[in-house]
T-cell receptor, first 115, second 114 residues
Framework: AQKITQTQPGMFVQEKEAVTLDCTYD???????LFWYKQPSSGEMIFLIY??????QNATEGRYSLNFQKARKSANLVISASQLGDSAMYFC????????????FGQGTRLTINP | NAGVTQTPKFRVLKTGQSMTLLCAQD?????MYWYRQDPGMGLRLIHY???????AKGEVPDGYNVSRLKKQNFLLGLESAAPSQTSVYFC?????????????FGSGTRLTVV
């Protein structure tokens, strides 16, 4: 079974600094997808970035990039030039390679940006 | 375009009471899911459905039942609520072969069982 591990329960970063949120995964599948979601204090789940296991380039979306190291089974989220509005919970997730393509989530990392 | 709508948004139940959470999507998505979110545990899958009339158990199904009589609706039932079911519940939907932003989440239902 797939498993996602986020080892940082909380992170504190100064505004404008870059921050890396760690995510490791465990799967025996060759084809899979990795996702990052942001959950602000208002509670909604906001999609940030996606990486397919066969994608050769690391995914980027504006200030977000995904540092994908397939051999190490890691998919870290990098946020450049952090902003106060980046303070939130961040979840890493993997899509199972099953008919239902269920998402399996990590425990989450609470990121706090200090002014 | 409403996306995924969950009702109610908040509810307080007494132990032993029953209730149904409604999830409705207007995107014609085949797949629908119910997750619960607890502190330090991320989102865990309760039940899911791959199409109208189908349901299946997820990681933490005990104490819950579901139904998907119509493609656009996915109902989550608690027959006899317990304090351990205090949580935030999220419904989500997707379509086959999705990647990227293919999953749509509802805004959540905060349930407290006292």
């Amino acid at each position: 079974a797939q498993k996602i591990t986020q080892t940082q329960p909380g992170m504190f970063v100064q505004e404008k600094e870059a921050v890396t949120l760690d995510c490791t995964y465990d799967t025996s599948d060759q084809s899979y997808g990795l996702f990052w979601y942001k959950q602000p204090s208002s509670g909604e789940m906001i999609f940030l970035i996606y990486q397919g296991s066969y994608d050769e380039q690391n995914a980027t979306e504006g200030r977000y990039s995904l540092n994908f190291q397939k051999a190490r089974k890691s998919a870290n989220l990098v946020i450049s030039a952090s902003q106060l509005g980046d303070s939130a919970m961040y979840f890493c997730a993997m899509r199972e390679r099953t008919l239902a393509q269920k998402l399996v989530f990590g425990q989450g990392t609470r990121l706090t940006i200090n002014p | 375009n409403a996306g995924v709508t969950q009702t109610p948004k908040f509810r307080v139940l007494k132990t032993g009471q029953s209730m149904t959470l409604l999830c409705a999507q207007d995107m014609n998505h085949e797949y629908m899911y119910w997750y619960r979110q607890d502190p330090g545990m991320g989102l865990r899958l309760i039940h899911y459905s791959v199409g109208e009339g189908t349901t299946a158990k997820g990681e933490v199904p005990d104490g819950y039942n579901v139904s998907r009589l119509k493609k656009q609706n996915f109902l989550l039932g608690l027959e006899s609520a317990a304090p351990s079911q205090t949580s935030v519940y999220f419904c989500a939907s997707s379509y086959p072969g999705t990647g990227g932003n293919g999953y749509t989440f509802g805004s959540g239902t905060r349930l407290t069982v006292v």
